[in-house]
């Protein structure tokens, strides 16, 4: 889970598909259908390349976000933990509780690693977590919990991931409980 460079994308490629936002409309209707589809497939595809698109052209992350919410995979490629932390950081004020939700199931699903790959991952999350957003840290370091919790890992082996997670360093609990209009709504990213 190192960081890499940044890769070398070249914004001509993406200019031809980009339009004006309306004022109106929602999600994908304030823009035009093939800016919608260059973000729909950088959703699903690569989210190192929306975000470097998004640092440049601003303007989208609102829409973006708002349309994440409501995003289904079509795809099972993982979002890079680097990305999905640059775009919680550029996206602050487009937290809806769903668009977080659904990120997080774009993320790498930790469930089903052996006790040497946890540990692993638990190490490049203590060595990365000034770089990764409170957001993403708070929820792997409850998943680990959970994980911890319910597997059959020796005792000594789980002390010592415990140990390990008490290092990670979160400075809040994001908080799921939502009274936005999709508060009630789970739409599962992953299906």
Known sequence: ??????????????ERFLGDIKEDGVHWEKIQKRTATLFQVLLDEDLKELVFLLEHYPKYIGVVCEHFRYLYNYSNKRADIFAASKLLYMSKEYHQKQFIRNLLRKLEDINDYDITKLKTFLENLMANQEKIHPIILG?????????????????LQKIALQKLLKEIDVETNYDYSASDRDANLDIPYMV
């Not at 889970?1 to 993406?14: F, G, K, S, V």
């Not at 929820?139 to 005792?155: Q, W």
């Open 1 to 14: 889970m190192e960081e890499r460079e940044e890769e070398n994308y070249n914004l001509e490629n993406y």
């Open 139 to 155: 929820y792997y370091k409850g998943e680990i919990s959970n994980i911890l919790e319910t597997s059959n890992y020796h005792k």
